[in-house]
């Protein structure tokens, strides 16, 4: 029996623009998902999330390399694959004229399901919008809105979806709780794929990719990836962070210096005599610090592999 859900072998995608100028959107990836796990692939804008997603659901081909999903191989097996697999894309079409249970409905008849009914109540409680049957899809807030796609992604029950950027725009309470509903999605059977660009929300996956330029730069566990960090981070509070950034800037012995919230990161090069030194350089300069060592964040990872 197939272990896995996606297997993707040596796949590129370049995209020519007029002039016959040439860009590679995704870069000789190679990966495999395994049924049953939350696979996260995060990175910024343009790092070839969206198109690796893409070329996974069948909406464009690689230019190169072969792709396989739920055993099946993408350019044999297209129409079998597609009856097989759920798509939210960045920009979902849901249509706001359409109340819930309508949108649902047409979704629903689309992949041909029937007998629907009983799987629609089951969605519509599961995503708490059984109050909301009869509003319009445009009346819907934000986070309800991703609710109502992800009931319309799931209507025809496929074994894997993909998400592309489901909760980007989404306020954070409304975030949390479609994590939780991923959880219990997870728990049903169904294999989840989800490109972010929010390491937080990677966190919480069984596995998470790191890419850039469309590259995979590290695959594996949340904290495997966290252990493989080989520097050491130190947290610093003070009254005015923005300020200390400015004034430890160029500095030497640390690699990275990032704003996260009303604190500080340092990713330093050595260890605990840098770190002293920089809290009495801050105290020297009239800005006055305390600091502590802690565990390196799946943001300092990727930051220090990119600035690498």
């Known amino acids: 029996m197939n272990e896995f859900?996606?297997?993707?072998?040596?796949?590129?995608?370049?995209?020519?623009?007029?002039?016959?100028?040439?860009i590679v959107?995704?870069?000789?990836?190679?990966l495999t998902i395994r049924k049953g796990e939350i696979f996260t692939l995060v990175g910024p804008d343009g790092a070839g999330k969206t198109t690796m997603i893409r070329m996974m659901c069948g909406v464009i081909p690689p230019s190169q390399g072969s792709i396989e999903v739920t055993g099946l191989r993408m350019d044999f097996h297209l129409s079998e694959i597609k009856t097989r697999?759920?798509?939210?894309?960045?920009?979902?079409?849901?249509?706001?004229d359409l109340t819930v249970d309508e949108n649902i409905d047409f979704f629903a008849e689309i992949h041909k399901v029937r007998d629907y009914e009983r799987r629609k109540l089951e969605l519509l409680d599961?995503?708490?919008?059984?109050?909301?049957?009869?509003?319009?899809a445009e009346r819907l807030s934000g986070g309800m809105k991703q609710k109502l796609?992800?009931?319309c992604t799931l209507i025809h029950t496929p074994q894997i979806i993909f998400l592309d950027e489901p909760t980007t725009g989404v306020d954070p309470v409304s975030r949390r709780d479609f994590w939780k509903i991923l959880s219990s999605v997870l728990r049903s059977g169904i294999s989840i794929v989800m490109a972010t660009p929010y390491l937080d929300e990677a966190e919480r996956s069984s596995r998470v990719a790191l890419i850039n330029e469309g590259k995979i730069l590290m695959c594996d566990t949340p904290e495997h990836v966290k252990a493989s960090f080989p520097l050491n981070v130190m947290e610093i509070v003070c009254e005015d962070p923005r300020k200390a950034m400015g004034l430890l800037k160029g500095g030497k012995g640390f690699q990275s210096i990032e704003l996260f919230g009303d604190r500080l990161h340092i990713v330093f090069d050595s260890a605990k005599a840098a770190m002293e030194e920089t809290l009495e350089n801050l105290r020297t300069l009239g800005v006055p610090a305390t600091g502590r060592t802690i565990s390196p964040s799946l943001e300092d990872v990727f930051i220090s592999k990119i600035s690498r």
């Open 149 to 151: 796609a992800l009931a």
């Open 85 to 96: 697999i759920g798509y939210l894309a960045q920009r979902f079409s849901l249509y706001g």
């Open 5 to 22: 859900s996606v297997v993707l072998e040596n796949v590129s995608k370049i995209f020519t623009e007029e002039g016959k100028h040439e």
């Open 126 to 136: 599961f995503m708490r919008l059984s109050p909301f049957r009869g509003r319009l």
């Open 25 to 30: 959107a995704v870069d000789g990836v190679s």
